[in-house]
């Protein structure tokens, strides 16, 4: 399985950006796919995560509420909404896909495997 993360780019203390994770994939709705991400000089953490349901999410304390994760079966995505943004989130973004369908979304990184190639997002002040 091979999945795609876009969107980032470079952006202000306190503006937006949305990233995307893609994958063609016919059974990509049925599994929990993760966001992570990792600053420079840092380890890898976990950001949010979303079930095969749409309406079961988990977030890291430093993003909830500024940060929403969303499937789009329509475009076999799902995109995270980053809102908010601080200088601490400047980081690459990965997206990885849950080791089997039909989970919860784990916060853990041994859960994930098919990790994408990550897209930077740097915040400027």
């Known amino acids: 399985v091979q999945l795609q993360a876009s969107g980032g780019g470079a952006v202000q203390a306190g503006n937006s950006l949305k990233l995307s994770c893609t994958s063609s994939?016919?059974?990509?709705?049925?599994?929990?796919i993760g966001w992570f991400r990792q600053a420079p000089g840092k380890e890898r953490e976990f950001v949010a995560a979303?079930?095969?349901?749409?309406?079961?999410?988990t977030y890291s304390d430093s993003v909830k509420g500024r940060f929403s994760i969303i499937r789009d079966n329509t475009k076999n995505a799902v995109n995270l909404w980053m809102g908010d943004l601080k200088l601490e989130d400047t980081a690459v973004y990965y997206c990885?896909?849950?080791?089997?369908?039909?989970?919860?979304?784990?916060?853990?990184?041994?859960?994930?495997?098919?990790w994408g190639q990550g897209t930077l997002v740097t915040v400027s002040s």
């Open positions: 994939a016919r059974t990509f709705s049925t599994y929990t």
């Open positions: 990885a896909q849950n080791r089997a369908p039909y989970t919860l979304p784990f916060m853990r990184q041994q859960d994930y495997h098919s």
């Open positions: 979303i079930s095969w349901r749409p309406d079961n999410a």
